[in-house]
């Protein structure tokens, strides 16, 4: 069993940056790949980037290749959401999560954080 839970998350103007983190409890943690998914108001959950155990894998959703930057330290059991160049759409809550297989869907994952706000001004 794994507990995550975020942290990073606020109010930042449009073109700013914001780095999340997500810290994992449980020493498990370097076994599992990790991704980010964000929610909207009155949208679904969608993906955002995932990164695999060892760190040597990562995709994103095409809006956001180019300016987001997943990344893990599995000696700190923490995984990491770097945003650049923000928009008021990236407006979301901000979900971590750890499973055993590189995924891109909700579904591919087993544990979840609670989820931070960002907000982005325009």
């Known amino acids: 069993q794994v507990q995550l839970v975020e942290s990073g998350g606020g109010l930042v103007q449009a073109g700013g940056s914001l780095r999340l983190s997500c810290a994992a409890s449980?020493?498990?943690?370097?076994?599992?790949?990790m991704g980010w998914f964000r929610q909207a108001p009155g949208k679904e959950r969608e993906f955002v980037a995932v990164?695999?155990?060892?760190?040597?894998?990562?995709d994103y959703a095409d809006s956001m290749k180019g300016r987001f930057t997943i990344s893990r330290d599995n000696a700190k059991s923490t995984v990491y959401l770097q945003m650049n160049s923000l928009k008021p759409e990236d407006t979301a809550v901000y979900y971590c999560?750890?499973?055993?297989?590189?995924?891109?869907?909700?579904?591919?994952?087993?544990?979840w954080g609670q989820g931070t706000q960002v907000t982005v001004s325009s």
């Open positions: 449980g020493r498990t943690f370097r076994s599992y790949a």
């Open positions: 990164i695999s155990s060892t760190g040597g894998r990562t």
């Open positions: 999560a750890a499973g055993p297989r590189f995924g891109v869907v909700a579904g591919s994952y087993d544990h």
